[in-house]
């Protein structure tokens, strides 16, 4: 073979494979960045002092497990009943007002769980407007009748359940819309009632996106910060904050982060498990759509109950509540102090979306072009940080970037006599670093369902033609995938806006966002001016969620 036909085939060799090698070591970059915090809180949690946590074990631990199980218990049955029930009413029924509630059942996953406390606080709590009519029709005094109490147990637990049930409904009626009329129409056959064929055969057949469903509500249960810090519910994660800026014990903090951080993992793990254990086919060669019924009489009533009420309380009532308690404010959205939180929320959430987004297409492109061991490794780490609180992840990592930054600063003063301070620690890009890991793998999902569309045969076209990946990647996937990446781009930001316990304990000095600003009002009880930033946060919410209802509507 001549010199010049050995050079043209390295040179093809390379055209074919070259290029991966950056896709690799960025995706296991990203990885590694995404497994830190566990490794972290690990360590500290292994190596840190136990006085602290003996005295918890002693004290507060068994109410904070008693506390955090029952929060989870009490969510999951209360996610699972309206989600399933009402997935399965505007999938298989008709009744007056369906196709309105197959898009408005998802409008309360705009809400995030905090928002809807303060909201429900402010008419229900003693001074509010339902106990004070109360007292004011009958008479009563404050001792002369029993309410329930919104900051409890179950009051969190109610207002949980009204935002996060949307997860099980979207899960459960796509389930429910795959399915077959055989079976069911089988069931129906051989005797059995309507409720009988739906409880003995859809709810088996639909278990593992019912799960999953479930699943998602509980870890977004045991994250949630924000709503239990206000109602005052102890669970792991106001310890972990209490430990950290109360006790000022890191080494406490990060043992009891690694609990919440075990308990995440298991139902991580679980939720993997359960998706991909249980399976079912169709019988036949095509899949015939069940028919739905017209419900009449009291099922109607029923029916129209079920999906309404979540859609009232869940949304319709705390935006009322909220609009009417920013306009008796002193809260001025406009003024240049409103606009600061504002801006520091919008650059956070739109770094933060860009660099969240761009990371998923490293990973995302690597396990497309060499799907093997090492890239699902690199895409399954990178995913785990969706189950990690994010209290749990600003402590792990705080504790080494400031554990970096002070043996810098020993070193520069011992060797140069200069003080570097905090390079890391406190600044803008290590919690822009925590919202990727919390948020990738939505980022990651969004672009593989959109990169799933792009059929083998483009790639081998685009390398035949001596295209690189890169090339491949810039000229082919991206102009396909656009409107995958521009939804997850919406997803991650407004799931940074949201976002309350890492940007608590990561934010740079005097840097505040309308999440943290909302917190703050409402601790000090200043629930009117806690709506104005809550509506805000609400409004930008509801961009992805439009979007989501614009697909249920075309579905």
């Known amino acids: 073979m001549s010199d010049t036909q050995t050079y043209a085939?390295?040179?093809?060799?390379?055209?074919?494979?070259?290029?991966?090698?950056?896709?690799?070591?960025?995706?296991?970059?990203?990885?590694?960045a995404c497994l830190l915090p566990m490794i972290a809180v690990a360590i500290a949690a292994l190596t840190g002092g136990t006085d602290t946590v003996a005295s918890l074990m002693n004290t507060v631990m068994p109410r904070y497990a008693g506390t955090t199980i029952a929060l989870v218990a009490m969510v999951a049955a209360g996610t699972l009943a309206i989600g399933v029930g009402a997935a399965w009413f505007v999938t298989m029924t008709r009744f007056p007002g369906v196709r309105f509630f197959e898009v408005a059942l998802v409008l309360p996953l705009a809400f995030p769980g905090y928002v809807l406390a303060y909201a429900y606080t402010f008419v229900l709590d003693h001074p509010g407007i339902v106990q004070t009519t109360l007292r004011d029709v009958t008479g009563w005094g404050p001792r002369d009748y029993w309410f329930p109490e919104v900051r409890s147990v179950g009051g969190a637990a109610v207002m949980l359940v009204l935002v996060l049930y949307p997860y099980v409904y979207l899960l459960a009626r796509a389930a429910f819309l795959q399915q077959s009329a055989g079976a069911f129409l089988a069931a129906r056959a051989l005797g059995k009632s309507s409720f009988e064929a739906f409880w003995k055969v859809s709810l088996p057949m639909a278990r593992p996106a019912i799960a999953s469903g479930v699943l998602l509500a509980i870890m977004e249960t045991i994250a949630d910060f924000g709503t239990v810090a206000y109602f005052g519910v102890q669970t792991f994660a106001t310890g972990i904050y209490t430990s950290w800026f109360s006790m000022a014990d890191r080494a406490a903090a990060a043992q009891l982060a690694l609990v919440l951080l075990g308990f995440a993992l298991t139902l991580a793990v679980l939720e993997r498990t359960t998706r991909g254990a249980a399976r079912y086919h169709q019988a036949g060669k095509q899949a015939t759509r069940m028919p739905p019924a017209d419900l009449k009489g009291v099922h109607r009533v029923l029916a129209w109950g079920l999906c309404a009420i979540p859609v009232l309380l869940g949304f319709l009532?705390?935006?009322?509540?909220?609009?009417?308690?920013?306009?008796?404010?002193?809260?001025?959205?406009?003024?240049?102090?409103?606009?600061?939180?504002?801006?520091?929320?919008?650059?956070?959430?739109?770094?933060?979306?860009?660099?969240?987004?761009?990371?998923?297409?490293?990973?995302?492109?690597?396990?497309?072009?060499?799907?093997?061991?090492?890239?699902?490794?690199?895409?399954?780490?990178?995913?785990?940080?969706?189950?990690?609180?994010?209290g749990v992840i600003a402590v792990g990592l705080m504790v080494?970037?400031?554990?970096?930054?002070?043996?810098?600063?020993?070193?520069?003063?011992?060797?140069?006599?200069?003080?570097?301070?905090?390079?890391?620690?406190?600044?803008?890009?290590?919690?822009?670093?925590?919202?990727?890991?919390?948020?990738?793998?939505?980022?990651?999902?969004?672009?593989?369902?959109?990169?799933?569309?792009?059929?083998?045969?483009?790639?081998?076209?685009?390398?035949?033609?001596?295209?690189?990946?890169?090339?491949?990647?810039?000229?082919?996937?991206?102009?396909?995938?656009?409107?995958?990446?521009?939804?997850?781009?919406?997803?991650?930001?407004?799931?940074?806006?949201?976002?309350?316990?890492?940007?608590?304990?990561?934010?740079?000095?005097?840097?505040?966002?309308?999440?943290?600003?909302?917190?703050?009002?409402?601790?000090?009880?200043?629930?009117?001016g806690a709506a104005v930033p809550s509506l805000v946060i609400v409004a930008v919410g509801l961009l992805p969620v439009i979007l989501i209802c614009r697909q249920v509507g075309r579905r």
Request: charged share 15%; glycine share 8%; aromatic share 10%.
């Open 317 to 390: 009532l705390p935006v009322i509540i909220l609009f009417d308690m920013g306009l008796e404010s002193e809260q001025n959205l406009f003024s240049k102090r409103y606009v600061g939180f504002l801006q520091n929320s919008v650059m956070l959430a739109a770094v933060a979306a860009c660099v969240t987004v761009c990371a998923a297409v490293l990973i995302g492109f690597y396990l497309r072009v060499r799907p093997g061991r090492p890239a699902a490794s690199a895409a399954y780490a990178a995913r785990l940080g969706y189950a990690v609180p994010g």
């Open 400 to 528: 080494p970037f400031a554990a970096f930054d002070n043996a810098l600063d020993a070193w520069m003063r011992a060797t140069f006599d200069i003080s570097t301070g905090l390079l890391v620690t406190g600044s803008i890009w290590l919690l822009v670093a925590a919202y990727m890991v919390r948020f990738l793998a939505a980022a990651l999902g969004a672009y593989e369902g959109g990169l799933s569309t792009v059929h083998s045969n483009m790639d081998a076209a685009a390398r035949s033609l001596g295209q690189s990946p890169i090339g491949m990647l810039r000229r082919v996937h991206l102009p396909i995938v656009t409107p995958s990446l521009l939804t997850a781009l919406l997803i991650v930001f407004v799931d940074v806006m949201k976002e309350l316990p890492a940007t608590l304990i990561m934010r740079p000095f005097n840097f505040d966002t309308l999440a943290v600003q909302a917190y703050r009002l409402a601790s000090d009880e200043r629930l009117e």
């Open 9 to 32: 085939s390295k040179r093809s060799a390379r055209g074919k494979t070259g290029g991966t090698g950056i896709f690799a070591f960025a995706s296991w970059a990203i990885a590694l």
